[in-house]
């Protein structure tokens, strides 16, 4: 089995369903699984580890703590979209203050010098239960080796907006343009080193992160705090426990004390605010996994597809939405583009609808995105429409459409981006 196989998502679902139809002796358990496949999990009845209680609810001033400037953000309530035009002029990392931030609740205000990181389970060495937690203080992991990475960060339904305006299927949930990605310096310790501290078993096979924020309430239900269940492959190869972002504390909307990161996979698996990890023997599921973050709809079973672990490709000008550009006037169109699969090895734009295409030019090398721009001077006034496409490392260029899918996930087409020409 290779790498890829180790750590996909769909192959692993696949693994933990066997796991948990072979497991012997739990009675109910087959039906438990086929229940939790098909209502994905609301009516299951799952142990909902308590956080270390440090956490205080957030300000009144609403779910997210930082200023949202209308000229860096789009805000969206709960969650709070980077505008791309933000980006022009740039480093290649987006600032703190106009990272985008999506949160199921709201912020919590988490007190590092009380709080605690809780690891227990199965698949740990004398710690079964919740009660019986390792724990780890905000200093123990500071003092830890650490690591520091570039990795995007990009919600699973980035994009969204784009079911309904291009395909003209909207789909449920935050109508993001492309703004529900960023890129930022990471420093931490591997989720690995503090694994193998707290007594890993080898016979573990899931970690299951969860957060300090709120309990959700979905659909009238409270399915609990936001956790969300990743194979212990993925978990060792380079999950981190961040503690820093781009050279500063983690700032309270982004998961202070400490959140995880796991490069490469949905936003959803960056669980933020961390109180507790459980490490397990058996396979473990979350609503996270079962009724959120899977394909829905038409063209997918009734129970979803597998489980979404990887991004997909996509590209973004650093222009307003719609844009506007003066006429006989050479500009340059800036822009990058991301995939999981590292390194973007080439982008195309198009200027004209998609009409003709043309290499841009690629700038400096792929650190979690690749910058690129390329001139134009748009002839006349009137409007058209730009197109940028990315190819991949593994050779992945971006479609001209993306299946629908009911929560609107993983939109990865070709964005079609308007232009007046004035
Ligand atoms: N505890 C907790 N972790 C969370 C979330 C949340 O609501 N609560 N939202 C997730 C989702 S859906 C995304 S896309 C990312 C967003 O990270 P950011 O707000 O730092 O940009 O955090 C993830 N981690
Ligand atoms: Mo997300």
């Given at each position: 089995?290779?790498e890829d196989?180790?750590?996909s998502e769909?192959h692993?679902?696949?693994?933990?369903?066997r796991?948990l139809?072979?497991?012997?002796?739990?009675p109910?358990?087959r039906d438990?699984?086929?229940?939790l496949l098909?209502t994905?999990?609301?009516?299951?009845?799952?142990?909902f580890?308590a956080?270390?209680?440090t956490a205080?609810?957030?300000a009144?001033?609403?779910?997210?703590?930082k200023?949202?400037?209308?000229?860096l953000f789009?805000?969206h309530?709960?969650?709070?979209?980077?505008r791309?035009?933000?980006?022009?002029?740039?480093?290649l990392y987006?600032?703190?203050?106009?990272?985008?931030?999506?949160?199921h609740?709201?912020?919590?205000?988490?007190?590092a010098r009380t709080?605690r990181?809780?690891?227990?389970?199965s698949?740990?060495?004398g710690t079964?239960?919740?009660?019986q937690?390792?724990?780890?203080?905000?200093?123990d992991?500071?003092?830890?080796p650490?690591?520091?990475?570039?990795?995007v960060?990009?919600c699973?339904?980035?994009?969204r907006?784009?079911?309904d305006l291009?395909q003209?299927?909207p789909?449920?949930?935050?109508?993001w343009?492309?703004?529900?990605?960023g890129?930022?310096?990471w420093?931490?310790?591997p989720?690995?080193?503090?694994?193998?501290?707290?007594?890993?078993?080898?016979?573990?096979?899931d970690?299951?992160p969860?957060?300090?924020?709120?309990?959700?309430?979905?659909g009238?239900v409270?399915?609990?705090?936001v956790?969300r269940p990743?194979p212990?492959a993925k978990?060792?190869?380079?999950?981190?426990?961040?503690y820093?972002?781009?050279?500063e504390p983690?700032?309270?909307?982004?998961?202070?004390?400490v959140?995880?990161?796991?490069?490469g996979?949905?936003g959803?698996?960056c669980v933020?605010?961390?109180g507790?990890?459980?490490v397990?023997?058996?396979p473990?599921?979350?609503?996270w996994?079962?009724?959120?973050y899977?394909?829905?709809?038409?063209?997918y079973?009734?129970?979803?597809?597998?489980?979404?672990g990887?991004q997909v490709?996509k590209?973004?000008?650093?222009?307003?939405y719609?844009?506007?550009?003066?006429?006989?006037?050479p500009?340059?169109?800036?822009?990058r583009?991301?995939?999981?699969?590292r390194?973007v090895?080439?982008?195309?734009?198009?200027?004209?609808?998609?009409?003709?295409?043309r290499?841009?030019?690629l700038?400096?090398?792929?650190r979690?995105?690749?910058?690129w721009e390329i001139?134009?001077?748009?002839?006349?006034?009137g409007?058209?429409?730009?197109?940028a496409r990315?190819?991949?490392?593994?050779?992945?260029v971006?479609?001209d459409r993306?299946?629908?899918?009911?929560f609107?996930?993983?939109?990865?087409?070709v964005?079609?981006?308007?232009v007046q020409?004035?």
């Open positions: 089995m290779d196989e180790l750590t769909h692993y679902d696949r693994t933990r369903a796991q139809l072979a497991a012997p002796g739990v109910g358990r438990l699984l086929r229940s098909v994905g999990g609301a009516a299951a009845t799952w142990r580890a956080g270390s209680g205080r609810a957030a009144e001033d609403g779910p997210i703590v200023p949202l400037p209308p000229d789009v805000n309530g709960s969650n709070a979209e980077m791309w035009e933000a980006m022009r002029g740039q480093g987006v600032p703190n203050d106009r990272f985008f931030v999506r949160n609740t709201r912020t919590p205000l988490v007190d709080w990181l809780r690891l227990f389970g698949g740990l060495h079964p239960t919740a009660d937690a390792r724990t780890f203080s905000y200093e992991l500071l003092a830890l650490a690591r520091t990475t570039s990795a960060v990009e699973a339904g980035n994009g907006a784009f079911f291009q003209g299927t789909a449920e949930g935050t109508p343009h492309l703004g529900g990605v890129l930022a310096r420093r931490g310790v989720l690995a080193t503090v694994l193998e501290r707290a007594g890993l078993l080898p016979s573990a096979v970690v299951l969860q957060g300090l924020d709120p309990e959700v309430v979905s009238g409270n399915i609990g705090r956790r990743l212990i978990a060792l190869k380079d999950a981190l426990l961040v820093e972002m781009n050279g983690l700032p309270p909307d982004h998961g202070f004390p959140r995880l990161l796991v490069p996979w949905i959803v698996s933020k605010w961390l507790s990890i459980e397990a023997d058996h473990l599921f979350s609503p996994n079962t009724q959120f899977r394909f829905f709809g038409p063209d079973p009734a129970e979803g597809s597998a489980p979404l990887e490709t590209s973004a000008f650093e222009l307003p719609p844009a506007t550009v003066r006429a006989r006037r500009v340059v169109l800036r822009g583009s991301w995939s999981p699969r390194p090895h080439r982008v195309e734009v198009s200027t004209d609808g998609g009409a003709s295409w290499g841009a030019r700038l400096g090398p792929d979690g995105w690749r910058r001139a134009w001077r748009p002839t006349h006034t409007s058209t429409t730009l197109l990315a190819t991949d490392a593994a050779g992945r971006q479609p993306t299946t629908f899918n009911t609107g996930y993983l939109f990865g087409a964005v079609r981006h308007p020409i004035v």
